[in-house]
Nanobody, 117 residues
Framework: QVQLVESGGGLVQAGGSLRLSCVVS????????MGWYRQPPGKQRELVAT???????NYADSVKGRFTISRDIAQNTLYLQMNILTPEDTAVYCC???????????WGQGTQVTVSS
């Protein structure tokens, strides 16, 4: 009964910032890995960032230094702070949750981020 609901996407000019949110209906305390993925137009889905229960984060080289992934356990929410956005960041962004020891991925519906030049 795990569900992920995303919000925060929209249109922003190059150089601007945007913050994505993903509210999780399931347990965020149970050991897990959460992440953000994106699919630009005409391209395959790619990893943006992940965060583990212990707090360890991982970022794609293309967003390192500009994006920050974080969690609010009390609010059962995953965040992605995106700064210095470029048109190349334009994509549908999806949040993901996988509990450790399992092979099942839970996905949000996706939210559109469009960066104008």
């Amino acid at each position: 009964q795990v569900q992920l609901v995303e919000s925060g996407g929209g249109l922003v000019q190059a150089g601007g910032s945007l913050r994505l949110s993903c509210v999780v209906s399931g347990s965020i305390i149970r050991p897990n890995v959460m992440g953000w993925y994106r699919q630009p137009p005409g391209k395959q889905r790619e990893l943006v960032a992940t965060i583990r229960s212990g707090g360890t984060t991982n970022y794609a080289d293309s967003v390192k230094g500009r994006f920050t992934i974080s969690r609010d356990i009390a609010q059962n929410t995953l965040y992605l702070q995106m700064n210095i956005l470029t048109p190349e960041d334009t994509a549908v962004y999806c949040c993901n949750l996988r509990y450790l020891g399992t092979t099942t991925d839970y996905w949000g519906q996706g939210t559109q981020v469009t960066v104008s030049s």
